[in-house]
Protein backbone atom coordinates (compact mmCIF):
# COMPACT_ATOMS: atom_id res chain seq x y z
CA UNK A 1 0.00 0.00 0.00
CA UNK A 2 1.50 3.70 -0.81
CA UNK A 3 1.79 6.03 1.79
CA UNK A 4 -0.29 8.18 0.21
CA UNK A 5 -3.37 7.72 -2.31
CA UNK A 6 -5.45 10.02 -4.01
CA UNK A 7 -8.11 9.43 -6.10
CA UNK A 8 -6.65 8.63 -9.54
CA UNK A 9 -9.10 11.18 -11.87
CA UNK A 10 -8.73 12.60 -13.89
CA UNK A 11 -11.44 14.76 -13.05
CA UNK A 12 -13.66 16.55 -16.11
CA UNK A 13 -15.56 19.48 -15.18
CA UNK A 14 -17.44 22.48 -16.35
CA UNK A 15 -16.53 26.42 -15.18
CA UNK A 16 -17.94 27.04 -12.09
CA UNK A 17 -18.39 23.40 -10.46
CA UNK A 18 -17.15 22.46 -7.22
CA UNK A 19 -14.80 19.79 -7.29
CA UNK A 20 -13.37 17.55 -3.98
CA UNK A 21 -10.22 15.84 -3.99
CA UNK A 22 -9.23 13.18 -1.74
CA UNK A 23 -6.52 11.50 -0.01
CA UNK A 24 -5.33 8.94 2.29
CA UNK A 25 -2.23 9.03 4.53
CA UNK A 26 -1.27 5.24 6.46
CA UNK A 27 1.85 6.62 8.13
CA UNK A 28 0.49 7.54 11.59
CA UNK A 29 3.24 9.23 12.33
CA UNK A 30 2.86 11.60 9.58
CA UNK A 31 3.53 15.47 10.97
CA UNK A 32 2.62 17.83 8.55
CA UNK A 33 0.30 17.57 5.05
CA UNK A 34 0.13 19.84 2.28
CA UNK A 35 -1.77 19.83 -1.30
CA UNK A 36 1.03 21.19 -4.19
CA UNK A 37 -0.53 21.97 -7.50
CA UNK A 38 1.68 21.24 -10.22
CA UNK A 39 1.15 21.95 -13.68
CA UNK A 40 2.69 20.07 -17.11
CA UNK A 41 6.39 19.43 -16.97
CA UNK A 42 7.06 22.18 -14.21
CA UNK A 43 7.70 22.47 -10.68
CA UNK A 44 4.93 21.64 -7.91
CA UNK A 45 3.93 24.66 -6.23
CA UNK A 46 2.28 24.85 -2.68
CA UNK A 47 -0.98 25.59 -2.70
CA UNK A 48 -1.99 25.60 1.06
CA UNK A 49 -1.11 23.65 4.18
CA UNK A 50 -4.13 21.36 5.95
CA UNK A 51 -4.83 21.68 9.54
CA UNK A 52 -6.81 19.77 11.80
CA UNK A 53 -9.29 22.84 12.12
CA UNK A 54 -9.61 23.14 8.49
CA UNK A 55 -8.26 26.39 6.79
CA UNK A 56 -9.45 28.42 3.61
CA UNK A 57 -7.65 29.90 0.80
CA UNK A 58 -9.99 32.22 -1.36
CA UNK A 59 -12.36 29.13 -3.57
CA UNK A 60 -9.94 26.17 -1.86
CA UNK A 61 -11.04 24.71 0.96
CA UNK A 62 -8.42 22.32 2.67
CA UNK A 63 -9.42 19.40 5.67
CA UNK A 64 -7.40 17.03 7.62
CA UNK A 65 -8.74 13.88 10.00
CA UNK A 66 -6.06 12.84 11.79
CA UNK A 67 -8.42 10.10 13.34
CA UNK A 68 -9.29 8.81 9.85
CA UNK A 69 -6.09 9.67 8.28
CA UNK A 70 -8.13 11.41 5.37
CA UNK A 71 -7.36 14.67 3.79
CA UNK A 72 -9.20 16.60 1.32
CA UNK A 73 -9.61 19.78 -0.85
CA UNK A 74 -12.44 21.35 -2.22
CA UNK A 75 -12.31 23.53 -4.91
CA UNK A 76 -15.33 26.41 -5.77
CA UNK A 77 -16.86 27.96 -9.00
CA UNK A 78 -13.50 26.12 -11.00
CA UNK A 79 -11.95 28.22 -13.54
CA UNK A 80 -10.12 27.00 -16.63
CA UNK A 81 -6.97 28.35 -14.95
CA UNK A 82 -7.29 25.42 -12.29
CA UNK A 83 -6.42 22.98 -14.53
CA UNK A 84 -3.45 21.40 -13.43
CA UNK A 85 -2.26 18.10 -11.34
CA UNK A 86 -3.00 18.48 -7.72
CA UNK A 87 -0.91 16.76 -5.35
CA UNK A 88 -1.33 15.84 -1.52
CA UNK A 89 1.76 15.26 0.54
CA UNK A 90 3.13 14.48 3.54
CA UNK A 91 5.86 15.08 5.86
CA UNK A 92 7.12 12.81 8.99
CA UNK A 93 9.55 13.61 11.13
CA UNK A 94 13.28 14.11 10.09
CA UNK A 95 11.39 15.73 6.51
CA UNK A 96 10.83 12.57 4.94
CA UNK A 97 8.55 14.14 2.17
CA UNK A 98 5.89 11.85 0.70
CA UNK A 99 4.05 12.49 -2.43
CA UNK A 100 0.81 11.47 -3.80
CA UNK A 101 0.51 10.08 -7.25
CA UNK A 102 -1.75 13.39 -7.56
CA UNK A 103 -5.32 13.72 -9.24
CA UNK A 104 -5.56 15.05 -12.95
CA UNK A 105 -8.13 18.12 -13.06
CA UNK A 106 -9.61 19.66 -16.18
CA UNK A 107 -11.85 22.51 -16.32
CA UNK A 108 -13.84 22.92 -19.35
CA UNK A 109 -15.50 26.19 -20.37
CA UNK B 1 10.39 33.57 -1.11
CA UNK B 2 13.30 31.59 -1.72
CA UNK B 3 14.50 30.97 -5.33
CA UNK B 4 15.84 27.42 -6.58
CA UNK B 5 17.68 27.73 -10.09
CA UNK B 6 17.84 24.80 -11.64
CA UNK B 7 19.79 24.40 -15.25
CA UNK B 8 19.66 22.96 -17.85
CA UNK B 9 15.89 22.83 -18.18
CA UNK B 10 15.62 20.21 -21.32
CA UNK B 11 18.63 18.08 -22.29
CA UNK B 12 18.62 15.86 -25.17
CA UNK B 13 21.46 13.15 -25.08
CA UNK B 14 23.06 9.93 -26.66
CA UNK B 15 22.68 6.95 -24.86
CA UNK B 16 26.07 6.12 -22.72
CA UNK B 17 26.78 9.51 -21.99
CA UNK B 18 26.62 11.67 -18.75
CA UNK B 19 24.36 14.49 -17.98
CA UNK B 20 24.71 17.14 -14.71
CA UNK B 21 22.12 19.28 -13.11
CA UNK B 22 22.41 21.66 -11.30
CA UNK B 23 20.28 23.56 -8.48
CA UNK B 24 21.65 26.77 -6.96
CA UNK B 25 19.90 28.49 -4.07
CA UNK B 26 19.76 32.30 -5.08
CA UNK B 27 19.17 34.40 -1.70
CA UNK B 28 19.54 31.76 0.86
CA UNK B 29 21.69 28.63 2.10
CA UNK B 30 20.63 25.67 1.38
CA UNK B 31 21.68 22.52 3.85
CA UNK B 32 19.91 20.27 2.96
CA UNK B 33 18.62 19.50 -0.42
CA UNK B 34 16.36 17.00 -2.08
CA UNK B 35 16.34 15.03 -5.80
CA UNK B 36 13.19 13.81 -6.94
CA UNK B 37 12.64 11.96 -10.39
CA UNK B 38 8.78 12.11 -12.33
CA UNK B 39 7.50 9.54 -14.69
CA UNK B 40 5.07 10.52 -16.95
CA UNK B 41 1.76 10.48 -15.06
CA UNK B 42 3.48 9.49 -12.03
CA UNK B 43 4.63 10.96 -8.61
CA UNK B 44 7.81 12.85 -7.58
CA UNK B 45 10.12 9.84 -5.98
CA UNK B 46 12.91 11.00 -3.98
CA UNK B 47 15.89 10.08 -5.16
CA UNK B 48 18.50 11.23 -2.53
CA UNK B 49 19.06 13.63 0.04
CA UNK B 50 21.96 15.71 0.16
CA UNK B 51 23.35 17.57 3.13
CA UNK B 52 26.28 20.34 2.31
CA UNK B 53 29.66 18.60 3.46
CA UNK B 54 28.58 15.33 3.64
CA UNK B 55 27.58 11.76 1.55
CA UNK B 56 24.19 12.12 -0.04
CA UNK B 57 21.27 9.45 1.15
CA UNK B 58 19.98 7.61 -1.23
CA UNK B 59 16.72 5.87 -1.53
CA UNK B 60 15.89 2.20 -2.06
CA UNK B 61 16.62 0.97 -5.11
CA UNK B 62 17.98 4.52 -6.68
CA UNK B 63 22.04 3.68 -7.55
CA UNK B 64 24.52 6.04 -6.05
CA UNK B 65 26.93 5.07 -8.49
CA UNK B 66 25.06 5.93 -11.65
CA UNK B 67 23.16 9.18 -9.51
CA UNK B 68 26.45 10.98 -8.09
CA UNK B 69 25.19 13.82 -6.54
CA UNK B 70 27.83 16.40 -4.87
CA UNK B 71 26.43 19.10 -2.17
CA UNK B 72 30.00 20.47 -1.62
CA UNK B 73 28.41 24.68 -0.92
CA UNK B 74 25.49 26.22 0.93
CA UNK B 75 24.12 27.01 -2.75
CA UNK B 76 24.62 24.17 -4.98
CA UNK B 77 24.26 20.56 -5.59
CA UNK B 78 24.26 18.52 -8.49
CA UNK B 79 23.13 15.44 -10.18
CA UNK B 80 24.87 13.91 -12.76
CA UNK B 81 23.19 10.83 -14.71
CA UNK B 82 26.50 8.49 -15.50
CA UNK B 83 26.42 6.37 -18.88
CA UNK B 84 22.73 7.28 -19.41
CA UNK B 85 20.18 5.15 -20.93
CA UNK B 86 16.80 5.51 -22.74
CA UNK B 87 15.26 4.47 -19.08
CA UNK B 88 16.87 7.45 -17.44
CA UNK B 89 14.61 9.87 -19.51
CA UNK B 90 12.26 11.37 -16.92
CA UNK B 91 11.58 15.05 -15.29
CA UNK B 92 14.26 15.39 -12.38
CA UNK B 93 13.72 18.60 -9.91
CA UNK B 94 15.69 19.31 -6.93
CA UNK B 95 14.20 20.96 -3.95
CA UNK B 96 15.40 22.96 -0.94
CA UNK B 97 14.34 23.08 2.66
CA UNK B 98 14.00 25.75 4.55
CA UNK B 99 13.75 25.58 8.12
CA UNK B 100 11.69 29.72 9.56
CA UNK B 101 12.92 30.35 13.20
CA UNK B 102 14.75 26.70 13.20
CA UNK B 103 11.97 24.69 13.92
CA UNK B 104 11.14 20.96 12.69
CA UNK B 105 7.63 22.66 12.34
CA UNK B 106 8.41 25.18 10.30
CA UNK B 107 10.06 24.36 6.92
CA UNK B 108 9.18 24.78 3.50
CA UNK B 109 10.20 23.26 0.08
CA UNK B 110 11.24 25.45 -2.83
CA UNK B 111 11.38 23.59 -5.95
CA UNK B 112 13.90 23.84 -8.49
CA UNK B 113 12.31 24.58 -12.39
CA UNK B 114 12.46 21.10 -13.48
CA UNK B 115 15.07 19.38 -16.15
CA UNK B 116 13.77 17.13 -18.76
CA UNK B 117 16.11 14.69 -19.62
CA UNK B 118 15.37 12.55 -23.13
CA UNK B 119 18.18 10.01 -23.63
CA UNK B 120 18.39 8.29 -27.42
Not at chain 1, 19 to 40: K, P
Not at chain 1, 46 to 66: I, K, P
Not at chain 1, 103 to 108: A, C, D
Not at chain 2, 98 to 105: P, R
Request: glycine share 6%; aromatic share 12%; charged share 20%.
Amino acid sequence: RKEVEQDPGPFNVPEGATVAFNCTYSNSASQSFFWYRQDCRKEPKLLMSVYSSGNEDGRFTAQLNRASQYISLLIRDSKLSDSATYLCVSHTGGFKTIFGAGTRLFVKA
Amino acid sequence: GAVVSQHPSRVICKSGTSVKIECRSLDFQATTMFWYRQFPKQSLMLMATSNEGSKATYEQGVEKDKFLINHASLTLSTLTVTSAHPEDSSFYICSARVLYGGAEDNEKLFFGSGTQLSVL
